[in-house]
């Protein structure tokens, strides 16, 4: 079915229209608005969106670890003439991570599934190079997510954890340490006059000596 929008559609109209077109539910949080949709129905919503409804600029694609609830696949979309722009996103279950490439349709998304695969281990069926993008040969892991142990956390206490300076015999410290680089205040500037003493006077400039 085809969905109508006005071409300087604004952004909500353009997700509820698309979340009509693909199944979906729209929704406005903290950013742009963002339309829900099923894995099924993940590159009929890419498609829709660039033919239908103008937002033909992809702009990027990554994925959220959701812990037992799965992974979501997001991906923002703009319309280039109008700026309009909203989020498509979808979920993937935890034990069978897989999702339809949008390479079919944004050419431009291969970068990022390889590296939303890399570090998330969402698998892009379709895409014809899953291969490694930033991580050195022979890693092992999905460096982003939140089961993910991270070997300096592990070795060695959070280096937030103590004021700098202090050891672990250390009581708390009162008052912070300024960091490397800034003057402490009660040494330099100006200094406000106290106990009714007037600031002294500035010395005058010697006057220039006259040219012979």
């Given at each position: 079915?085809?969905?109508?929008?006005?071409?300087q559609?604004?952004?909500?109209?353009?997700?509820?229209?698309?979340a009509?077109?693909?199944g979906g539910?729209?929704?406005e949080?903290?950013?742009?608005?963002?339309?829900?949709?099923?894995p099924d129905?993940?590159?009929?919503?890419?498609t829709?969106a660039?033919?239908?409804?103008?937002?033909r600029?992809f702009?990027?694609?990554s994925?959220?670890d959701?812990?037992?609830?799965?992974?979501?696949v997001v991906?923002?979309?703009a319309?280039p003439?109008?700026?309009?722009?909203?989020?498509?996103?979808?979920?993937?279950?935890?034990?069978?991570?897989?999702?339809?490439?949008?390479?079919t349709v944004?050419?431009?998304?291969?970068?990022?599934?390889?590296e939303t695969?890399?570090?998330?281990?969402?698998?892009?069926?379709?895409?014809?190079?899953?291969?490694p993008?930033?991580l050195?040969?022979?890693?092992?892991?999905?460096?982003?997510?939140k089961?993910?142990?991270?070997?300096?956390r592990?070795?060695?206490?959070w280096?937030?954890?103590k004021?700098?300076g202090?050891?672990?015999?250390?009581?708390?410290?009162?008052?912070?340490?300024?960091?490397?680089?800034v003057p402490d205040?009660t040494?330099?500037?100006?200094?406000?006059?106290?106990?009714?003493?007037?600031a002294?006077?500035?010395?005058?400039?010697?006057e220039?000596e006259?040219?012979?």
């Open positions: 079915m085809s969905t109508s929008v006005p071409a559609g604004s952004a909500q109209s353009l997700a509820q229209a698309l009509e077109r693909a539910t729209a929704s949080g903290f950013g742009p608005w963002t339309v829900d949709v099923p129905a993940w590159v009929d919503a890419l829709a660039r033919d239908e409804l103008g937002l600029f702009d990027w694609l994925a959220v959701e812990l037992e609830d799965g992974f979501s991906c923002h979309l319309d003439d109008t700026h309009a722009h909203l989020v498509l996103r979808t979920r993937v279950p935890a034990d069978a991570p897989v999702l339809a490439t949008a390479t944004f050419r431009g998304a291969a970068w990022h599934e390889r695969y890399e570090m998330f281990g969402v698998e892009f069926a379709g895409h014809d190079g899953l291969r993008l930033l050195p040969e022979g890693f092992e892991g999905r460096p982003l997510r089961d993910f142990v991270l070997a300096a592990a070795a060695k206490p280096p937030g954890a004021e700098p202090e050891s672990e015999g250390d009581r708390p410290a009162r008052r912070r340490m300024l960091p490397p680089g205040p040494v330099w500037g100006p200094r406000p006059a106290r106990g009714g003493d007037a002294p006077e500035p010395e005058p400039e010697p220039p006259p040219r012979s």
